[in-house]
């Protein structure tokens, strides 16, 4: 009677659907082993040459149905090819009936609607997949746009809408892809049987095949040593699954994340774990693996944040975990991040780290206000100095008089809540009181502001701009010729005109 009742209410009760884990394909990507394979061919034109290639290049002997006075000159290059596998076979005589026996596919590049439709009703009856070149209607599949890191094939369609456009999503896919690629996968096939047969799955696998992409993409093309190493590594993690531990730190550059490196990208994509700092924006973040585990370990000047020690200790748990930790910074890691404190503890447990360089704030800067930091009539040198010291002042060690330098570009650090002093001492030290400055908040950020003006405004002007927000100063003759504009009531002063600057202000943009 229970057993009924279940059945019952199995019977009414509504059916739980699983969620589609795949959104609606224009076509469905297939990748056709044609190695020893036919392929008949009609047509001797420079688009069915390129075809006709494509095809020997995988493998396919090409059967090409074509009178030989019909042949364009590119199918005659493409005729004295030499491939690997496949051939091109040339027939001198146009297509008919008998060419699709045994074929595995069938092109041909047809002048009038009316020898396509002929062709493609042809290959139909004969049960072979078919494409007509450049004419859509008579296409069962199409070709699309190829990257060939051959083992690795990149197939991009967009349905015969855009062309151009998949030609452009080529071109940036090969960017990403490095032409050592196809030594890396052809070295991944011959250790894929000892990774199976001596890693079990999950993470021990993965974190093999994770550092054997880094390699592959950051390094040169791997040679003997370099398959020793791989095959090692699968020994050292058969007998400890956490030695795949390690940790990269990447820097995030100012925050746009079009100013990403394609190194950091591909750490970010490998990551187990994120640690990031308050300043990565969002952008950024969504470019990481999607279970990958983020982890807000915000340092920002004046407010609340991570113990550096936690932050060292939190890395060092999950590394010896044997997961990849990326520990993610704004700007460059090398510049103003503490990332010495944290090389120095990693090395000392014996946990791996990495370097990924970042586009420091410095640099943003110039190509905001659209400057030179060392243009050679107004900067000899290009100085970086922090202005927060780990008691929250101005460092005690600072050489002012070394600072105060007009032939040089000085770029603070962290130096919102000290503009006025900074001032102060620069013009105490010797520094013109007019010497252009400029301010950057949120730099390549929307909410972006830039401010030029003198160095006698410099409080004043940060003050206006908000002390609490991420900003940067520089000062020096370079950004003399920023054009002005006002901000925030404030009213510019007119310079020394002997100084070769122009006539600066505030300015927000």
Request: aromatic share 6%.
């Amino acid at each position: 009677m229970r057993n009924d009742v279940s059945s019952s209410q199995a019977d009414t009760a509504p059916a739980r659907q699983r969620p589609q884990r795949m959104g609606e394909l224009a076509t469905l990507p297939v990748f056709f082993d044609l190695k020893g394979k036919r392929a008949a061919m009609a047509g001797g034109s420079d688009g069915a040459a390129w075809k006709a290639e494509l095809l020997a290049a995988s493998g396919a002997t090409v059967d090409l149905y074509c009178p030989a006075d019909d042949l364009g000159e590119e199918m005659r290059t493409v005729l004295a090819l030499p491939f690997a596998d496949g051939e091109i076979r040339h027939h001198d005589r146009p297509w008919a009936l008998d060419v699709f026996a045994a074929a595995s596919l069938a092109v041909a590049d047809c002048e009038s609607e009316a020898e396509a439709q002929a062709f493609f009703c042809a290959a139909r009856a004969a049960g072979v997949p078919v494409n007509v070149i450049d004419k859509p209607d008579f296409c069962q599949f199409r070709f699309g746009t190829i990257v060939n890191r051959s083992p690795v094939v990149v197939g991009i369609s967009t349905d015969g809408a855009a062309p151009i456009l998949g030609q452009a999503i080529r071109r940036r896919i090969e960017t990403l892809l490095p032409a050592t690629l196809t030594g890396w996968a052809k070295m991944a096939a011959r250790v894929r049987a000892e990774v199976m047969d001596r890693l079990t799955p999950g993470p021990s696998r993965r974190a093999f095949w994770e550092r054997f992409s880094d390699d592959a993409f950051t390094r040169r093309a791997p040679d003997e040593a370099a398959e020793l190493e791989a095959r090692a590594f699968v020994r050292d993690l058969a007998n400890r699954p956490q030695a795949g531990g390690r940790v990269t730190l990447v820097g995030a550059g100012p925050g746009d994340a079009e100013l990403l490196t394609l190194k950091a990208v591909r750490a970010l994509q490998a990551a187990d774990v994120i640690l990031f700092d308050d300043l990565v924006s969002d952008d950024i973040l969504e470019l990481a693996r999607r279970e990958a585990k983020r982890m807000l370990v915000g340092k920002r000047g004046g407010r609340e944040s991570c113990r550096q020690e936690d932050i060292n200790a939190m890395m060092a748990q999950f590394a010896h975990a044997g997961k990849h930790v990326v520990r993610l910074k704004s700007g460059d890691v090398s510049v103003f991040g503490r990332s010495g404190e944290e090389i120095a503890d990693l090395r000392a447990q014996g946990i791996p780290v990495a370097i990924v360089p970042g586009i420091t704030a410095a640099s943003a800067m110039a190509g905001a206000f659209g400057v030179s930091l060392t243009h050679r009539d107004r900067a000899q040198a290009v100085r970086f100095v922090t202005a927060h010291s780990q008691k929250g002042d101005l460092p005690d060690d600072m050489d002012w008089r070394a600072l105060a330098d007009d032939n040089a570009t000085t770029i603070f650090y962290m130096g919102g809540r000290m503009a006025r002093r900074i001032a102060e001492q620069l013009i105490a030290h010797g520094l013109p009181p007019e010497t252009p400055v400029a301010v950057a908040a949120a730099l390549t950020r929307p909410d972006e502001i830039r401010v030029v003006g003198p160095l006698s405004s410099l409080g004043e002007i940060v003050g206006r701009v908000g002390i609490d927000r991420p900003i940067l100063i520089g000062v020096g003759r370079v950004f003399a010729d920023v054009e002005p504009s006002a901000l925030l009531g404030y009213e510019p002063e007119r310079l020394d005109p002997s100084r070769q600057t122009s006539r600066l202000q505030a300015k927000a943009v």
